[in-house]
């Protein structure tokens, strides 16, 4: 298996982990009332679902970009063709200005 696949993948289940952990606290704390609407009401199980779902997804993601920037060498010069600092230089240029003829408001 490619290494950024399994990288991926380790992120996603971390991340999910991460989404059980946080809905088992949201539904002892109670926070907002959400533990009572997850596990007392007949609609709780799909909520539930729902909420390790998109919160998995929010958390696997997050795992994954911080997995990715910890790999990024920064010490390293930029390669490719867009970066280009020779190009890219602040030129002072002289413009005229001319008066209007209006009055200032006071």
């Known amino acids: ?15 999910f982990a991460l989404s059980a952990v ?18 007392q009401t007949a609609s709780g ?3 539930a679902v729902m909420l390790f779902v998109t919160a998995g997804i929010v958390f696997a993601g997050v795992q994954f970009a911080l997995a990715i920037i910890r790999r ?6 930029p390669r490719g063709v ?18 209007t003829g209006t009055k200032p408001r006071h």
């Open 1 to 15: 298996m490619p290494k950024l696949i399994r990288l991926y993948l380790t992120c996603a289940l971390i991340g």
């Open 22 to 39: 946080f809905l088992g606290l949201l539904a002892w704390l109670n926070i907002a009332g959400l533990g009572h609407l997850v596990l």
């Open 45 to 47: 199980g799909i909520a």
């Open 72 to 77: 990024t060498d920064y010490r390293a010069p």
């Open 82 to 99: 867009l970066y280009a600092p020779h190009v890219l230089r602040a030129v002072p240029v002289k413009v005229a200005a001319k008066a």
